[in-house]
């Protein structure tokens, strides 16, 4: 009787190893069902959706320069100069209530300037140059640029991932 108690339990033992192996076949097809759904779609851009694309600006390029050369003929024709308008040209208002001039005080007399002592140099104070914070990025390696995500948010992101994996590991323990 001992004998059948022994087999018993290595039975169970086995069904139990077999639910867990299960559990993470099914994981398993899950995640490669999700590649091949990824390949299939980048399959359909590179195949369909990127030539489409790239024909319509092939043809707005030649919308433009037929638009371009028409242009120039026409200007040809009528002897007219072409206006060539670069990014940084910008457009300026004329204005509409001119200030009118005001009357202005007299330059008043200043007093004779005085000249110091070497022993006055001396003791007079010296001017410190004070820094005024500027719009320039920094560069060298000086800290975090302000781009991405930032020291906040990788940070976030690492204790994220660590609780991920705290979290799997004991759930992979408990089965």
């Known amino acids: 009787m001992e ?9 169970e033992e086995a069904a139990e190893e077999e639910g867990a192996n299960r559990t993470f076949i099914i994981l398993v097809g899950t995640l490669g069902g999700l590649f091949v759904l990824g390949v299939c779609a980048i399959a359909v851009w590179a195949l369909w959706l990127g030539p489409q694309r790239k024909a319509g600006i092939e043809a707005q390029n030649q919308i433009t320069l037929a638009t371009n050369t028409a242009v120039a003929a026409v200007a ?3 002897g007219a100069e072409t206006a060539t308008i670069s990014p940084t040209d910008t457009a300026t208002v004329a204005p509409t209530d001119t200030p009118r001039p005001t009357s202005t005080q007299p330059p008043t007399a200043m007093a004779a300037p ?5 022993g006055e140099v001396a003791e007079a104070p010296t001017p410190t140059a004070t820094r005024r914070p500027t719009a320039t990025p920094r560069s060298g390696g000086e800290g975090v ?3 991405g995500i930032g020291a906040l948010g990788a940070s976030a992101l690492a204790v994220g991932l660590i609780f991920l994996l705290i979290v799997v590991r004991r759930m992979r323990r408990a089965m």
């Open 3 to 11: 004998d059948l108690e022994l087999y018993a339990d290595e039975e």
């Open 76 to 78: 040809a024709e009528t």
């Open 114 to 118: 005085t000249t110091a002592t070497p």
């Open 145 to 147: 640029p302000n781009t």
